[in-house]
């Protein structure tokens, strides 16, 4: 009897993971019939230098609008666009979009602002990757200092050729932000070697430092190392008021977080960043 449970769970196994594979199949035709209906849209949220509140980068959020069940956050699709190897292209979609907005921005007279873009190591690791990049510039006219690509430290397949593709990224004048630190490994290793602008403090950190002590002194300790690295500092999922206090306290560079302003649409970004300048001229 136990041997025939022991097939029966082994036939339960198989047929979940024919399941998985199904299912694993299906969402990549969904989100490649996704990309091509034009269902894949890009919400933007600030980022704000403590010293003066001036904003000075928006960053780029990818959401999949599905007709049927509505607005899809990037936890349930990139992963799998990751896999499927689909990332490459719905990035150098979102990579596109995102310039062209920062340009139309720039040429409504909005005070100009730096676009920050996810790179997936997928992406990066292209040989055309550099290329995709200026050609983003060239079609939008954006000029490279506004444009930021944020890379994570925990998805680094091939670091050599990663290194070699940033170095001609930052010859074109753009930045680079580290996403996510202190969640990969090997982070620090990676600093001396990578030619990065800024480190973006993981929001585990932010969000635990009122109940873990820890916390506060991870942050206070990376803030300390990008000073003398001489790379900017931001903050991610910035919430509260106590929070944005200790981080100024700590002279972090930036903050980005709900306490501002949760990732929106387009042109609700645009009246955003119209109240801040209207705010920026009267201050
Ligand atoms: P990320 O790049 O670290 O982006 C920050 C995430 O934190 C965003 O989630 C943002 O909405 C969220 N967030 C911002 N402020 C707060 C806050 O105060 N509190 C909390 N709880 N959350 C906050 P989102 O938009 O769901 O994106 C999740 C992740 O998906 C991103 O993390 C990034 O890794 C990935 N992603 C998003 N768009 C793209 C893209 O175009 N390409 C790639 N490769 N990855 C993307
Ligand atoms: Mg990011
Ligand atoms: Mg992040
Ligand atoms: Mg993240």
């Known amino acids: 009897a136990a041997k025939d449970q022991g097939k029966n769970n082994f036939r339960v196994f198989v047929s979940n993971m024919r399941q998985a594979a199904d299912q694993r199949m299906f969402l990549q035709n969904e989100l490649n019939r996704a990309l091509e209906a034009g269902e894949l849209t890009l919400h933007y949220q600030p980022q704000v230098r403590i010293q003066d509140a001036a904003v000075t980068g928006v960053e780029a959020l990818v959401r999949w609008n599905h007709p049927v069940k509505g607005l899809i956050p990037p936890n349930q699709f990139i992963p799998h666009a990751e896999e499927s190897g689909l990332i490459v292209p719905i990035g150098e979609w979102v990579l596109r979009t995102a310039c062209k907005q920062n340009k139309a921005w720039q040429d409504q007279g909005l005070p100009p602002a730096r676009i920050a873009v996810n790179l997936s190591a997928r992406q990066l690791l292209k040989k055309d990757a550099v290329q995709i990049v200026e050609s983003a510039l060239q079609e939008s006219g954006l000029s490279p200092e506004y444009l930021e690509l944020e890379i994570t430290e925990g998805t680094m397949l091939d670091v050599q050729r990663s290194i070699e593709a940033l170095e001609k990224l ?114």
């Open 170 to 283: 930052k010859k074109l004048g753009i930045h680079i932000a580290m996403d996510d630190f202190g969640t990969g490994f090997s982070s620090l290793s990676y600093l001396t070697s990578f030619p990065v602008d800024k480190l973006k403090i993981d929001q585990s950190f932010i969000r635990g430092a009122a109940d873990h002590p820890n916390n506060k002194t991870i942050i206070a300790t990376i803030i300390s190392m990008a000073r003398h690295l001489k790379l900017k500092v931001i903050a991610e999922g910035v919430e509260t008021q106590e929070q944005l206090l200790f981080l100024k306290e700590q002279a972090c560079d930036e903050v980005q977080g709900y306490l501002f302003s949760r990732p929106l649409p387009a042109e609700e970004m645009e009246r955003y960043l119209r109240g801040c300048a209207r705010g920026y001229q009267l201050a």
